[in-house]
């Protein structure tokens, strides 16, 4: 993600077309350098725009200035979500889900070589149905959580942490 102006970028969804309908298939983000202001969503923004495969997001370099959100902003992913952060800096959260939208299958995250503030395995205000895995390597993480903020996760949860700095597990 990049913007041709130099101008930062608002906000990253898949798909930012409310109620039209579901995304048939996988998406992928890609950032790998540019600004975003707002938050990162693998998945779409609003109840009915869904996703009916998985969601990815990697990033490799580039400045968020919200939030990270593997899944979608009240609108679900019906299988996956994945997020890698390798570069770059997020001055918000990284969440493994979405954002008052489920994930149904399971949802991964992996955090290395950079220095981030709060990390959640699954989502904010958002169940994941599966299971949870968190990789962190060679990063420091001020609050790391497993699970999800202010809700369930049906799955179990894996952490491997190699080489990192986490004050509060």
């Given at each position: ?6 101008k930062?970028i608002i906000?990253?969804?898949t798909s930012?077309?409310e ?7 996988n ?7 540019g600004?975003?202001?707002?938050n ?12 009916t ?8 370099g580039g ?12 609108a679900y992913v ?13 001055k918000g ?7 008052e939208?489920a ?13 981030l503030?709060d990390?959640?395995g ?10 949870i895995?968190?990789?962190?390597s060679?990063?420091t993480?001020s609050?790391?959580y497993a ?7 049906n799955?179990?949860?894996?952490i491997?942490?190699?080489?990192s700095?986490l004050?509060n597990?």
């Open positions: 993600v990049n913007s041709s102006n130099g930062p906000e990253v969804y930012i077309i109620k039209l309908g579901l995304i048939d298939g998406t992928n983000i890609k950032i790998s350098g600004i975003v202001d707002g990162v969503f693998g998945g779409s923004n609003g109840e009915v725009a869904s996703i495969g998985s969601s990815n997001i990697s990033i490799t400045t968020i200035n919200k939030s990270v959100y593997g899944g979608g902003n009240k019906s299988i996956d979500s994945t997020v890698s952060v390798t570069g770059g800096t997020v959260t990284v969440f493994g889900g979405g954002n939208a994930v149904k299958g399971n949802s991964s995250v992996t955090i290395e070589n950079v220095t503030k990390v959640y699954a989502g904010n205000l958002a169940v994941v149905e599966g299971d895995l968190v990789n962190v060679n990063a993480i609050n790391m699970g999800a903020n202010q809700a369930d996760i799955g179990d949860v894996v491997y942490i190699d080489k700095t004050p597990i």
